[in-house]
């Protein structure tokens, strides 16, 4: 098996990990469906981030980072802090306006 095959098997391994980035390590996470996708929700103080788990078909993209955004606030019932949204269809960051 040629090197550039092994780096494919690790990498298909953590497309199924839902693990937070390492600064939300210590987070609360809760699992949520959302527009038919499974979601896990990680907070820790004023810093979120949803995972969506599983296949995502390409008709489906306009709709997921809406639909992950209002997870966000439907689980922690707080605002997203404008201009703090980022990422894509498999991981949104965002800070938190609890206020």
Not at 5 to 33: E, K, N, Y
Not at 45 to 57: F, I, K, L, M
Request: hydrophobic share 40%; net charge neutral.
């Amino acid at each position: 098996m040629s090197m550039c095959r092994w780096f494919l098997i690790p990498a298909f391994f953590l497309m199924a990990c839902d693990s937070p980035s390492p600064w939300l390590a210590h987070g609360t996470a809760t699992q949520v469906q959302t527009a038919g996708y499974a979601l896990t929700v990680w907070q820790a103080g004023d810093n979120v981030e949803v995972v969506r788990h599983g296949y995502a078909p390409r008709k489906d993209q306009p709709q997921l980072r809406p639909a992950m955004a209002r997870a966000i606030v439907d689980v922690t019932s707080c605002a997203i802090r404008p201009g703090t949204l980022e990422g894509d269809s498999g991981v949104l960051r965002a800070k938190l306006d609890c206020d």
